[in-house]
């Protein structure tokens, strides 16, 4: 089992930047393939960007894709994401997941943190 704490959000000017941090418990981290999600007010939770076991291979949605980048330690078991160039748009509660499929759905993690709120102002 692994249990996961994100960090890093906060209230930000379009524009700008941000860095959220993914802290997994247990020893088999990099086994586990990675992804972020995030959940704006009355929508559905949706994909960011995944990561699988190594770091070498990466996958983003195409509302971020140019701007974020995922990456992850597995020395320190985090994965993180850096997002720059931030917009009105990416205001949401932000998600890391693991899972055992590289896949950009819900259905395919199996364990999830309490979220971190990114808000950006315009």
């Known amino acids: 089992q692994v249990q996961l704490v994100e960090s890093g959000g906060g209230l930000v000017q379009a524009g700008g930047s941000l860095r959220l941090s993914c802290a997994a418990s247990?020893?088999?981290?990099?086994?586990?393939?990675m992804g972020w999600f995030r959940q704006a007010p009355g929508k559905e939770r949706e994909f960011v960007a995944v990561i699988n076991e190594s770091g070498g291979v990466t996958s983003y949605a195409d509302s971020v894709n140019g701007r974020f980048t995922i990456a992850r330690d597995n020395a320190k078991n985090t994965v993180f994401l850096q997002m720059n160039s931030l917009n009105a748009e990416d205001t949401a509660v932000y998600y890391c997941?693991?899972?055992?499929?590289?896949?950009?759905?819900?259905?395919?993690?199996?364990?999830w943190g309490q979220g971190t709120q990114v808000t950006v102002s315009s």
């Open positions: 247990g020893r088999t981290f990099s086994s586990y393939i």
């Open positions: 997941a693991a899972g055992q499929r590289f896949k950009a759905v819900v259905a395919a993690y199996d364990y």
